[in-house]
């Protein structure tokens, strides 16, 4: 054999070895998505070595796993790394159980390895609550506020009241409930059902070690998530496909703030009615119309104060604990009571006691005591999947990484596009910075 075949043969199986051991890279999207979700990624990491996988969410998870590794002709591949945006971090793991041999690790990224706890609350209706409640509370001031604007006609005043309220919470459950569910879930699907927590199949996936390494991305967003992820969800084809969109991590900022916009607009409507209110006793404080006007005013605006004061702290409190995304903590305080001295006993219980006369509260003093409490604490989270669940427990694999800090300012919608994922993705499978078993 000449020399320039040697070397043409030396070529050829250096290629052969390089392709054997090269990765083959799947791409499984989350729920209610398509394969196109990953499309971003995919074409600037893995382009000619990899599949990105569609498939239907309205089967248990173990089927979808089953049917993606059949329709796919996995079994005909070596090195496999799946790579799993929520829902699909579980249904790569379940590929993985029966399947290793061929899998060389798993990506996950917003993946509830610990159950989605807003599967729960939808399936209890919590969400339609919590939407409902929300859109009650502006209903509620729209018409505390017209009242207060028309005057002492009380039949009018409660017609306009009703009119207002029933109005809004009719369009939000006819509207808004039904927009949002389609966009993101429903709770009806077997996959849904089997994300919950304390489901039958996720007890069975607590039990369950990952046998090849697996990557675990965590994402949070810091505030106001509800309004952030309906913004991406009804502009999510775009955003999944479009370079040039979120380069700067934005995308979702008018779901800020339309929230910012609606707090001021609360703190503004309780000016304006502590104007009206100041407004009615200067031209007549002399009227008896007048002290009424000022009263519903008064009312009117302490009414729009909680309401922006809710926007700013309960709100995202009350979204937390609506994805479970919080932890219970002993915390301390301080309160004073009153000791008699005659019993040495707090005096509601000497007063409690037969037979005991009342003390004299003259000879009684106060004491400082500390109490604990357990309270709920909100945890981080990507407007779906808290922080917590996000990371697989690190005794359920040989190898379970954590991707050092959680990616914050990106929620669940904006995973696959948003720079800051991207690049996290380009460390893991172009320079290997989270171990050479995922580089390409």
Not at 8 to 20: E, G, K, M, Q, V
């Amino acid at each position: 054999m000449s020399k320039r075949n040697y070397i043409l043969a030396f070529i050829f199986a250096t290629l052969i070895t390089f392709h054997l051991k090269a990765n083959n890279y799947v791409w499984l999207h989350g729920l209610n998505d398509n394969y196109r979700c990953w499309e971003i990624y995919d074409n600037a990491f893995t382009s000619g070595m990899s599949t990105r996988v569609g498939y239907s969410c309205n089967n248990s998870i173990n089927n979808i796993a089953n049917r993606i590794w059949t329709n796919n002709y996995l079994s005909y591949k070596s090195n496999i790394i799946l790579i799993g945006h929520s829902l699909g971090g579980l249904v790569a793991r379940e590929i993985e159980s029966k399947r290793y041999s061929n899998v060389k690790g798993i990506i996950t990224i917003g993946t509830p390895h610990q159950g989605a706890y807003v599967e729960n609350a939808i399936a209890l209706g919590k969400q339609n609550e919590f939407i409902s409640n929300l859109s009650n509370k502006f209903a509620i001031g729209l018409g505390t506020s017209t009242a207060a604007l028309i005057g002492p006609f009380w039949p009018v005043q409660a017609g306009v009241i009703v009119l207002i309220d029933g109005t809004i919470l009719v369009a939000t459950n006819v509207w808004l409930v039904p927009y949002i569910k389609n966009q993101m879930a429903d709770g009806f699907q077997q996959s849904e059902k089997d994300m919950q927590v304390g489901s039958t199949y996720m007890s069975t996936v607590a039990s369950r070690k990952v046998n090849v390494p697996i990557l675990c991305f965590a994402a949070e967003e810091d505030r106001w998530q509800l309004a952030r992820l309906t913004q991406c969800a009804k502009n999510k084809d775009d955003l999944q496909t479009n370079t040039s969109l979120n380069t700067d991590g934005n995308f979702d900022k008018p779901g800020y703030d339309f929230m910012q916009g609606a707090q001021i607009g609360c703190y503004t409507a309780a000016g304006i009615h502590a104007g009206c209110a100041i407004g009615a006793l200067a031209l007549e404080w002399w009227n008896p119309y007048g002290w009424y006007a000022a009263g519903l005013n008064v009312a009117a605006g302490a009414y729009w104060t909680s309401v922006g004061s809710y926007l700013n702290d309960g709100f995202d409190y009350d979204y937390s604990v609506l994805l479970g995304s919080y932890a219970y903590e002993q915390r301390s305080y301080y309160y004073q009571r009153m000791i008699c001295p005659e019993t040495n006993l707090p005096i509601e219980l000497v007063k409690g006691k037969q037979n005991i006369l009342e003390p004299n509260t003259d000879d009684c003093y106060y004491e400082t005591v500390c109490a604990t409490a357990t309270v709920a604490v909100p945890c981080s989270h990507d407007g779906t999947v808290s922080t917590y669940s996000q990371l697989l427990d690190k005794t359920k694999g040989t190898n379970v990484i954590w991707a050092g800090s959680t990616i914050k300012g990106v929620n669940h919608m904006e995973e696959f596009n948003h720079y800051k994922t991207k690049e996290a993705f380009r460390t893991t499978i172009v320079d290997g910075a989270n171990g050479p078993i995922f580089r390409k």
